[in-house]
């Protein structure tokens, strides 16, 4: 491989592979990537992964296998207006993070994509699916990219610190590629800073302390951010103290909003713990009131209290369950009348239509409890059934209550 290097230079441009054979990682992509580069014609491609993972690198690759010339451009920084002139003569336009074109920019697109103007390759560490208009991501082929592996970051570390002109032992390339969250871009950045230390600091107990805390990157408008509070609901859902306590730390470390974090905490408590124990979710809502109190970096400790307490509760989705069966009836065959016994009779004409005629009074008869019929008639009549309770937690108890009450108040 032949590199040109100037002092100038990022790593990551000294050692940006040359051809589709020098590239690293993607290996699943790879046979449809020479595919389409091979073709006849390129096709307009959306990249879609995390960042650092060579979405630009392969797609300046494959306009170059495929004999096009190219311009590279990215969107926070390009306007319209700009992007017109610059596409004069042009094949292939390489627009980085497409994302932050608005709709009506990403329309601009259409008719040049619709006529062959212009071949596109998109990259995006956003969901298309949220971040790209639905009559643009029609046109597009769109390829998942992964994380980059830890062997596939040591292996890129290497060729990093070759170029440098220095050597380290194997572990210190595997600490760097362990640290650097599947990001290549994040690595040889650390490749860079850790060249210029004495030797002395290249002991790993030293090279963890000197390490700059900003290697630990969130993606905070991207797929990780609800990836890693989706682990960490399901985690307490799974009663996986171990596993909460982690995404909970890969969260803050990686600078999330903890308000973000709690207000997933007070859903989890309602929906996965419910009536398990009714404590859960006072306790969430508690934690939230300590970080807006308390702030951050201290409010970690209420969250996770908050955390381990409920992931060992006692999980019961009963009443979550219930609500989603009666929406489901309402928006199946519409809300039914209340029974005129349920309704005020505010007015005298309410009265004359017979407005609560012969409502009972729960309070005024034995254990605060009497049969009568509360569901819209056509319901009772079919014995519709929305709740169905578990026995767990506290809830289980609660039910004992009011089977008892109901057996008291019978008749036998």
């Known amino acids: 491989m032949r590199i040109e290097i100037t002092d100038k230079q990022p790593l990551a441009d000294k050692i940006r592979p040359q051809s589709l054979d020098e590239f690293v990682g993607q290996s699943h992509l790879l046979d449809r990537i020479a595919a389409f580069a091979g073709g006849a014609r390129l096709p307009s491609l959306l990249f879609f992964g995390p960042p650092g993972c060579g979405k630009s690198t392969l797609a300046m690759l494959m306009a170059k296998a495929a004999g096009k010339s190219y311009i590279r451009v990215s969107a926070p920084e390009a306007g319209l207006a700009t992007l017109r002139k610059r596409l004069a003569g042009a094949e292939v336009l390489i627009l980085d993070e497409i994302h932050r074109f608005s709709k009506a920019q990403q329309d601009f697109f259409l008719p040049i994509l619709e006529s062959g103007e212009i071949v596109l390759l998109a990259t995006t560490t956003e969901n298309p699916s949220f971040s790209v208009t639905r009559q643009l991501l029609s046109r597009l082929h769109v390829l998942r990219f992964r994380a980059l592996t830890r062997e596939e970051l040591a292996r890129m570390a290497r060729r990093g610190a070759a170029v440098l002109g220095v050597q380290w032992a194997d572990e210190v390339f595997d600490l760097l590629a362990g640290m650097s969250g599947g990001d290549g871009r994040t690595l040889l950045n650390l490749v860079e800073h850790v060249s210029t230390l004495p030797p002395e600091k290249l002991e790993l107990g030293e090279l963890r302390q000197v390490l700059p805390e900003a290697i630990i990157r969130g993606d905070r408008e991207g797929d990780s951010h609800y990836e890693l509070v989706s682990a960490l609901i ?144 056509e319901l009772a009549k079919a014995k519709a059934t929305f709740y169905v309770p578990k026995n767990e937690g506290t809830e289980a108890k609660m039910h004992a209550w009011l089977a008892s009450r109901k057996r008291m108040t019978r008749k036998p």
């Open 234 to 377: 399901k985690s307490i859902r799974g009663s996986d103290v171990d596993a909460a306590m982690y995404y909970l730390a890969c969260l803050l470390e990686s600078g999330e909003d903890p308000r973000f974090i709690c207000r997933r905490l007070i859903l989890s408590a309602s929906e996965d713990i419910g009536l398990g124990d009714p404590q859960a979710l006072p306790l969430a809502i508690s934690c939230q009131q300590a970080i807006e109190y308390v702030g951050m970096p201290e409010g970690f400790i209420p969250m996770a209290e908050t955390v381990v307490y409920l992931a060992l509760a006692p999980k019961n989705n009963s009443s979550y369950a219930a609500y989603l069966n009666a929406q489901k009836e309402v928006r199946e065959n519409g809300m039914r009348p209340v029974p005129l016994h349920l309704r005020n009779a505010s007015t005298s004409l309410h009265k004359e239509w017979g407005y609560g005629r012969g409502y009972k009074y729960p309070h005024a008869f034995p254990g605060s409890w009497v049969e009568q019929e509360y569901l819209p008639h």
